[in-house]
């Protein structure tokens, strides 16, 4: 019976140690006091438990040799109407460059058709008024000069009165030494605004050009 019973614990010792794992820090219990020892064998042994996550999953990577080929059909490509080029004439008739040179009051100004120039305040002259200046000196053209004696015969220079505006401050200082004496004075002369429209009436009178000279 008795050696029933060791070959038993024998059997049961050995399933033991195959099924039961000790960690390390009990394996040197035999060492310690036996209070200490006690203690440990009868404290139940720490688990640790650890899980892996899964792993991501990752597309499907493929060489250039294995890529898969897509085939798309391509279907009938619609015919395209060819562009219509219009031919469109951008001409326009340009006038004919002329110049005068006319006196306004005592004062003699160079005009173009088209173009405005600040003059002498022109007394009785409203906005927006026509007016025909009559002293007209010259006349040129690309072609032709028409030279007045004084003025030219007939010819008319035509203008719009467009504003009448004071012209930019002028300061009028006065001084004399010794005699604490001095006197600034501001002064915005009154000027008029004119755009020349035409110019007419030249043709008619005798003209000099190159081939005459």
């Known amino acids: 019976m008795a050696s029933c019973s060791a070959t038993s614990a024998l059997s049961l010792c050995s399933l033991l140690k195959l099924n039961c794992r000790v960690s390390p820090a009990h394996q040197n219990f035999p060492f310690l006091p036996l209070s200490v020892s006690r203690k440990r064998i009868l404290s139940p042994p720490s688990l640790s438990f650890s899980f892996k996550k899964n792993p991501r999953i990752a597309p499907p990577r493929f060489s250039e040799s294995e890529a898969p080929v897509i085939e798309v059909e391509a279907g009938p490509v ?28 005592s004062r003699q100004y160079i005009v173009f058709p088209g173009r405005f120039i600040y003059t002498q305040r022109l ?31 007939n010819a008319a220079v035509h203008a719009v009165v467009e504003e009448q505006v004071l012209d930019k ?28 429209t035409g110019i007419t009436g030249y043709q008619d009178s005798p003209a000099v050009t190159l081939d005459s000279l």
Not at 83 to 94: D, L, N, Y
Not at 171 to 195: A, D, E, S, W
């Open 78 to 105: 619609p015919e395209s109407e060819p562009a219509q080029i219009v031919e469109t004439s951008s001409e326009v008739p340009k006038r004919e460059e002329v110049f005068a040179v006319v006196m306004i009051g």
């Open 123 to 153: 007394k009785g002259a409203n906005v927006d008024d026509k007016i025909i200046l009559n002293k007209v000196l010259l006349v040129g053209t690309k072609t032709s000069t028409h030279i007045g004696k004084p003025v030219v015969p």
């Open 169 to 196: 401050k002028v300061t009028v200082f006065k001084y004399k030494k010794k005699k604490k004496y001095r006197r600034n004075i501001g002064h915005r002369q009154p000027i008029t605004r004119i755009r020349i």
